[in-house]
């Protein structure tokens, strides 16, 4: 087994060879306790090497299975290496690994299984995303908030802390598109408890955010009912099955 | 009344249909578990071409009194939809399928590319 002060950093990365050197960098400088392993969700460029180069264990994808495949392979790394916690950030530098610690408290307290760093908690109002992103953001919260009868204020967030119990749930069940909101009910449905915590989020290091207008739209109608089939779907239980090494 | 050359070639149609699934099984180019819902969407289109007193009297049951083989398009219509819902469903599960075998596959590599390399152990995993 895994030593039980470890956290496993899931590193999820798509095309980030400009970015991933300095995240993989900057969550070892954050504290000695994470080991990160970036998920390549099968890049066309050097996204594995150069992670591997900065010295975090890297999962390279055969091909691009999305975002949510991504991260829940992720998920089942660490269930299956036997980690405690888990702390998931984005691979594009958006996420600053100096707040982990923040995400950690209520896990470590035992007050959440699942955290989330959120954009808008405290309404400090430094994250102005554009208008289309903003709606869409604002629309999930209010959503997901009436659904779940708990106040959600970021659904779209990946910046997250897990206990075991978040950890398995996720390698188990996942969703694909827009995984975070839809996991949120998922979360509320299997009865973990869910806490948000205030983060700021740094501008995107490079490249761009793969969502154009029409595609959002799509996204957000797909979600949307996506969410609402999640309420009544039936659900597996995951169970907590270590492969054996 | 239903033409007699309606008839006529509506059970060609539904024959050829069923001879060429008979013969993609046969080739093994088609499973029988696909091949099903496609063999009874051709015994229904025959039986109902060759039958015609019961085409007629399925047309009156619906209201259809000008034109019975609209029933015809209807059957046919209606077993297609049911073959595609079937095989959106079949898509779905071979998607989840090839997820978990790519992730499965990843996480395998990952452990075997330690090994081999003959570094120390990959972080984190003591067992």
Known sequence: MTDAGRIVAIVPAY???GAIGDVVDSINAASPAYDVVV??????DDTAAIAREHGAAVVSLPYNIGIGGA?????????ERGYERAVRLDGDGQHDPGELAKLLGPIERDEADI??????????????????????????????????????TDTTSGFQALNR?????????????????????????HRLRLAEVPVTMRERETGRSSITLIRSIYYVLKVTLALFIAMVRKYAVPEEKVASS | MT???????????????????????????????YALMWLVTGVALLVLSVWRGGLDTIAGWFGVETYPPAILFAVATLFIIIVLLHYSTVLSQLDDQNTVLAQRLALLE??????????????GDAS
């Open chain 1, 15 to 17: 095309n980030e060879a």
């Open chain 1, 39 to 44: 998920i390549d969700d099968g890049s066309h």
């Open chain 1, 71 to 79: 991260v829940q392979t992720g998920f089942k790394y660490a269930l």
């Open chain 1, 115 to 152: 955290v989330t760093g959120s954009r808008f908690v405290d309404g400090s109002g430094q994250y102005r995303p554009p208008l289309a992103r903003r709606i869409g953001i604002i629309w999930f919260a209010r959503i997901v908030s009436l659904l779940t009868r708990q106040r959600v």
């Open chain 1, 165 to 189: 119990k978040g950890i398995a749930l996720f390698a188990g069940d996942y969703p694909n598109d827009y995984p975070e909101v839809e996991a949120t009910v998922l979360v509320f449905k």
């Open chain 2, 3 to 33: 033409p007699v050359k309606i008839s006529i070639a509506a059970a060609i149609a539904s024959l050829l249909l069923i001879l060429i699934v008979l013969e993609l099984i046969r080739g093994r180019r088609l499973k029988e578990r």
């Open chain 2, 110 to 123: 990952q452990r075997v590319d330690h090994v081999t390399s003959g570094t120390q152990e990959p972080p």
